[in-house]
T-cell receptor, first 115, second 109 residues
Framework: EAGVAQSPRYKIIEKRQSVAFWCNPI?????LYWYQQILGQGPKLLIQ????????DSQLPKDRFSAERLKGVDSTLKIQPAKLEDSAVYLC?????????????FGSGTQLSVL | QKEVEQNSGPLSVPEGAIASLNCTYS??????FFWYRQYSGKSPELIMS????GDKEDGRFTAQLNKASQYVSLLIRDSQPSDSATYLC?????????FGAGTRLFVKA
């Protein structure tokens, strides 16, 4: 079974530039998550999709971050314009259903450096 | 604000010893509890899940849950250098999973 695919693996940009990350979840997984992990901290949920609908985006900085999940499969997370504090690893995860005992499967992440 | 607290460590144990990792959470309505292992530069991977009070054992790993005390722990028996990693406690409630900051574990050969 293929895992969660993410790209790019690394990205370096200057502040005020824009950047986009892509995620393809495990086949058949209905729920997709984007987490931000700053060095030394635990993952922080940015947005959670159930199929192509948003379940939770309460911690997404909507003035600069946007995300979409077209057709309930792939997802794209965009930052525009980027700030220095956006430097982090962006993790995509998926789970089979949207239930409380669901285990999350993570992709390899995208390490973003904003200079 | 729902919170998950962990001692950041580092926790250093000799090879073959028992490593004990602890986690507390603030939301009494939490239903599911997970331990993820994260090697440096890698993404988290699930190693244990527990849903009811008591102990759950899987190989060298034992998860313990006490909902009354809002406390979750992970014991690693016969610790190996390959267990050196950051261990993230995750708590799920209301279809939302919140992670702690993680405890760094070093197992000395």
């Amino acid at each position: 079974e293929a895992g969660v695919a993410q790209s790019p693996r690394y990205k370096i940009i200057e502040k005020r530039q824009s950047v986009a990350f892509w995620c393809n979840p495990i086949s058949g997984h209905a729920t997709l998550y984007w987490y931000q992990q700053i060095l030394g901290q635990g993952p922080k949920l940015l947005i959670q999709f159930q199929n192509n609908g948003v379940v939770d985006d309460s911690q997404l900085p909507k003035d600069r971050f946007s995300a979409e999940r077209l057709k309930g499969v792939d997802s794209t997370l965009k930052i525009q314009p980027a700030k220095l504090e956006d430097s982090a690893v962006y993790l995509c995860a998926s789970s089979l259903f949207n239930s409380e005992n669901e285990k999350l499967f993570f992709g390899s992440g995208t390490q973003l450096s904003v200079l | 604000q729902k919170e998950v607290e962990q001692n950041s460590g580092p926790l250093s144990v000799p090879e073959g010893a028992i490593a004990s990792l602890n986690c507390t959470y603030s939301d009494r309505g939490s239903q599911s509890f997970f331990w993820y292992r994260q090697y440096s530069g890698k993404s988290p991977e699930l190693i244990m899940s527990i849903y009811s009070n008591g102990d759950k054992e899987d190989g060298r790993f034992t998860a313990q849950l006490n909902k009354a005390s809002q406390y979750v722990s992970l014991l690693i028996r016969d610790s190996q250098p390959s267990d050196s990693a950051t261990y993230l406690c995750a708590v799920s409630g209301g279809f939302k999973t919140i992670f702690g900051a993680g405890t760094r574990l070093f197992v000395k050969a």
